[in-house]
């Protein structure tokens, strides 16, 4: 039986909070902190939209991702202009997981900005970041006095390690995986899956336990972001 470093059950989450409205300025913001991958997740809009969508007289999100110095034990360089591949996929994930969550054509002629800044990373930080910025992107458009309702949508990292299915796998795991897979989805069904072998090619069956442990995980996702909404409505 393969023991995690952090004693977890193999289909447990580490610990998840919200600390929201950590930024003046944006319009909904919070500190998502997932074990010890923490990620700063901003949401502003601006009062334009790009070409393709200005005759359709509906809005667009976009999303920026970053790992900031002092995010990993070797400091990281800040990318911008030029990011990397890894960082322009995450973003473009991140934009699209959101964009499957909000009815655009609700915003109005407004781009709604999504920012995610990893603060420390220790695995799992785009699925911190969708998680996170689902959040963000609800607080800024109730200050905004929107009617829109979006729909929740979460992210859980699964795999496969030392032969054994672990959920929610931090950087030891992650690095020693055989089996590594991102699963972005609402309640209504799967918006991504990414996972690759890194080794030998692994079976359907294991597949299907990969995506039956990853779904229920964003069930207790979806209640998580639920219960922090509901308390950041109260104040």
């Keep these: 039986m393969y023991t995690r470093s952090d004693a977890r059950a193999h289909d447990a989450l580490r610990d998840i909070t919200f600390d929201v409205g950590v930024q003046r300025h944006a319009?909904?913001?919070v500190v998502i902190k997932w074990g010890q991958t923490h990620v700063l997740c901003a949401a502003t809009f601006e009062d334009r939209v790009p070409?393709?969508?200005l005759s359709s007289g509906g809005g667009w999100l976009t999303a920026e991702y970053a790992m900031l110095p002092g995010s990993t034990q070797e400091r990281q360089k800040r990318e911008r202009p030029n990011?990397?591949?890894r960082t322009a996929e995450i973003q473009r994930l991140i934009g699209r997981s959101l964009r499957a969550s909000i009815n655009l054509d609700q915003l109005g002629q407004r781009t709604l900005w999504v920012d995610c800044d990893v603060i420390q990373a220790d695995g799992g930080t785009?699925?911190?970041s969708i998680t996170g910025a689902y959040v963000a992107a609800v607080l800024a458009i109730r200050k905004a006095g929107l009617k829109v309702t979006p729909t929740p949508?979460?992210?859980v990292s699964v795999g496969i390690v030392k032969g054994e299915t672990l959920l929610d796998l931090c950087y030891?795991?992650?690095s020693a995986a055989d089996v590594d897979l991102n699963y972005v989805a609402t309640p209504a069904g799967i918006v991504e899956v990414q996972g690759t072998a890194e080794g030998k090619p692994f079976p359907r069956a294991r597949l299907d336990i990969l995506l039956d442990t990853a779904q229920k995980a964003?069930?207790?996702l979806f209640a998580l972001q639920a219960d922090v909404l509901a308390q950041a409505a109260g104040r």
Aim: hydrophobic residues 35%; glycine residues 10%; proline residues 0%.
């Design 27 to 29: 319009d909904g913001s």
């Design 51 to 53: 070409a393709h969508r």
């Design 83 to 85: 990011v990397s591949g």
């Design 126 to 128: 785009r699925c911190a």
């Design 153 to 155: 949508v979460a992210a």
């Design 172 to 174: 030891v795991e992650d």
């Design 218 to 220: 964003t069930e207790r």
